[in-house]
């Protein structure tokens, strides 16, 4: 219990030696730093709170593509589907937020397979994941085929 206490005292003084000292030790000198920001940016730029300009925001030149407007860019490689909802490309095969038509939401354990929300714990044809066929004479259980 002794112990405790001096670790406790120790802790104690230390922090107020910190304190008192003022951060001597780490001079920062705000003054000069804002005015290196300053400098390097331009009056024109958007500024974040940090003091930093924000990339993404002073790009004004860059065209904004949409797939209402521009349906050919959902068949671009590296797209997230080859249909356009709300905006966005996505697949309707098998997004569970999109699943067969735009806005048509799977529910809760259920994911989108083919268009369809299924449930893969007991469903034959999408047992455990999408396309996962039991054979015949077996029962989807748990996300398994055969589980018993």
């Not at 406790?8 to 000069?32: C, K, Q, R, Y």
């Not at 521009?70 to 699943?99: F, M, Q, R």
């Amino acid at each position: 219990m002794k112990s405790s206490k001096t670790f406790f005292l120790l802790a104690v003084l230390t922090a107020l030696a910190i304190t008192l000292s003022g951060g001597e030790s780490f001079p920062i000198d705000h003054n000069e730093a804002s005015e290196t920001e300053n400098a390097r940016v331009s009056a024109s730029e958007p500024i974040s709170l940090l003091g930093r300009s924000r990339f993404l925001a002073q790009v004004t030149d860059r065209v904004k593509l949409s797939c209402q407007r521009n349906p050919k860019i959902c068949h671009v490689e590296g797209s997230a589907g080859p249909d356009c909802c709300k905006n966005k490309c996505v697949n309707l095969l098998t997004d569970a937020l999109n699943c067969g038509k735009c806005g048509k939401k799977c529910g809760f354990k259920k994911i989108c397979c083919e268009g369809k929300c299924v449930n893969p714990l007991n469903n034959n044809l999408h047992c455990g994941k999408c396309g996962n066929k039991c054979n015949k004479g077996s029962s989807c259980v748990y996300g398994m085929c055969n589980y018993a």
